[in-house]
């Protein structure tokens, strides 16, 4: 039951657990079992021991002073952005825009680039398994301009109709609004079609890649995306941290997002000129140590042979959907080809809440709720689910404790 | 210890009252009405109140969707609430209030501290506390600004 999977043969899930020091700690006197990575994963020790030591050793403000810590903080800051360059393939460094998160990186995108284009009636396209991030920056559009969404339906199995999407983009439609791949559903886009649909009627496309870019290696380029979306904290990074890929083409038009310190080039009392990307959408001190953190992250999940981490993580799903066949009194929402490493359901006769409480008391981490993704929850016609997401430390180990704890509930709430 | 807390949790009495909530349905001619929500989970529940014109609660139903706890305590709450006088009731709800947070609840009624026994075990969940007074704090809307 717990043989270690043969195709993961050049990742070793054991070996990187110990990077992981969160996970060798208990609760309620039983071993974590951390299935909630798809909400904020754990950091390795490397990351947190980078960030104390550049604190430690080299911190002080970006891009300001002229002193000797100044410097090297600056340069650590620009390496940062060329490792998410790196990262993502992007063809230049200021192609990548540091941001909060994932949030923040969409709300520029949306404040920057979308709302001075959008006339009354003009359209963006989204997909209903949209996270809450990548649906409320639009509504602000369709509040505050008269922009039209327009939204497309996943099958039941959770995979999106590209044929649906396709027929969504019409001439009045200003984005494509996509996540690389659903928090929810697990279902993994397919976002190089979609884009090239998208091109064909002159149309660009955002994809938000806070999941996606967890699972698999992202090449913006080969992709051909116009805006593509990571946040740190997902990344076995730290909060507080993120990036947006931006074509050059795009950025140059954009205006600016946030006023302050950094974002300018000439302040005078009756006229003011911006700075050049990235700095134009970078105002103010920005997180620097997390910054570093983040690139440290980077490094540490490039480090893996990441398609034996891919099939490390498709293991532990199948392993999952397996084992939860034996509960008929469990439904899987979400059963897309090629999905990825999230499972959510929800069960009979019990409330995703008492079910997260229970597996709590077990020592299981699993989110519960509508996972800020209430539009797909409309969808699937449930007010909330369990969700286990795994990531690259997890075990099929932790896939049978969460198979125990569901039991174990089920005694108790039924 | 773990599983005394969550059998007390979700003991028999509490479970029973998910199952077949009380006073479940909307309310034909009520005077009062209030919508609650938890944004966090998405548990929902409409409190249907009759009031009299002294204020005494004449009848009260509920609807709603949710979790074991918060079915149970509206299911419960309809229960005890329906008779009492607005005082009796804001005493009442005063003493859930302390006794699901883990406080001091002396100041109910015996018979009321009772009944109501069964949900302390939530102050062991502090995370779960918010499903338990949803219904409460709801009731409490209904009567002070759902007049209908």
């Not at chain 1, 989110?367 to 969700?387: K, P, W």
Request: glycine content about 8%; overall charge negative; hydrophobic content about 40%.
């Amino acid at each position: 039951m717990n043989a270690p999977s043969k195709i993961a043969a050049s990742f070793d899930a054991e070996k990187a657990r110990a990077d992981f020091e969160i996970l060798s700690r208990t609760v309620y006197g039983k071993p974590l079992v951390y299935l909630d990575s798809g909400a904020s994963a754990q950091k390795p020790r490397i990351v947190l021991d980078t960030m104390r030591d550049f604190a430690q050793g080299e911190y002080a403000n970006v891009h300001r002073g002229v002193h000797f810590l100044s410097a090297a903080a600056t340069d650590r800051y620009e390496a940062a952005r060329r490792t998410v360059q790196t990262f993502l393939n992007a063809a230049r460094e200021d192609e990548i825009i540091f941001t909060k998160g994932g949030t923040e990186a969409i709300n520029l995108v949306s404040y920057s680039y979308l709302a001075p284009l959008i006339q009354p009636g003009d359209e963006i396209v989204l997909t209903v398994m949209e996270h809450h991030s990548n649906i409320v920056p639009w509504h602000f559009l369709r509040e505050r301009a008269g922009a039209v969404l327009k939204w497309v339906d996943v099958r039941d199995d959770g995979s999106l109709d590209i044929e649906a999407l396709d027929a969504a983009i019409t001439n009045k439609t200003k984005l494509v609004a996509v996540t690389h791949m659903s928090n929810v559903l697990g279902t993994v886009t397919p976002l190089k079609d979609i884009i090239a649909r998208a091109h064909a009627k002159g149309v660009p496309v955002l994809a938000d890649g806070c999941q996606g870019a967890v699972h698999e290696k992202v090449d913006v380029q080969a992709l051909d995306v116009d805006f593509y979306v990571v946040t740190g904290h997902k990344l076995y990074g730290p909060t507080g941290i993120g990036a947006l890929y931006a074509k050059r083409a795009h950025l140059k038009g954009m205006r600016p997002f946030n006023g302050g310190g950094e974002m300018i080039r000439e302040v005078m009392k009756d006229r003011i000129t911006y700075a050049d990307a990235p700095a134009r959408f970078e105002a103010g001190t920005p997180p620097i140590i997390e910054t570093v953190g983040l690139a440290t992250a980077l490094d540490y999940l490039s480090g893996f042979d990441r398609a034996a981490v891919a099939a490390h993580e498709h293991d532990l799903l199948t392993y999952a959907r397996e084992q939860l066949r034996q509960f008929n009194w469990l439904r899987v929402i979400g059963d897309a080809p090629g999905k990825g490493a999230i499972i959510s359901f929800e069960a009979d006769g019990m409330h995703a809440h008492d079910l997260a409480t229970i597996l709590d008391r077990e020592g299981v981490a699993v989110r519960a709720g509508h996972h800020c993704a209430q539009v797909l929850m409309e969808r699937f016609n449930v007010a909330s689910t369990s969700r286990a997401s795994f990531a690259l430390y997890n075990t099929r180990a932790d896939v049978d404790a969460l198979v125990a704890g569901l039991s174990k509930a089920r005694g108790i709430l039924t | 210890m773990t599983d005394n807390a969550l059998r007390e949790l979700y003991q028999e009495v509490i479970l029973d009252h998910s199952r077949h909530p009380r006073h479940y349905g909307a309310l034909d001619h009520a005077s009062h009405k209030a919508e609650g929500y938890n944004p966090l989970c998405g548990d929902k529940v409409t409190v249907y109140l009759k009031l009299d014109a002294d204020g005494r609660v004449g009848d009260i139903a509920f609807e709603g969707k949710g979790c074991a706890i918060s079915q149970a305590s509206a299911s419960m709450m309809t229960d005890m609430l329906k008779g009492r006088t607005a005082e009796e009731a804001e005493k009442l709800m005063q003493g859930f209030l302390h006794l699901v947070k883990g406080e001091d609840a002396s100041d109910l009624p015996e018979d009321d501290r009772e009944r109501l026994e069964v949900m302390g075990g939530i102050s062991e969940f502090p995370m779960r506390v918010k499903c338990a007074t949803l219904a409460w704090h709801t009731y409490k809307n209904a009567v002070e600004e759902g007049a209908t």
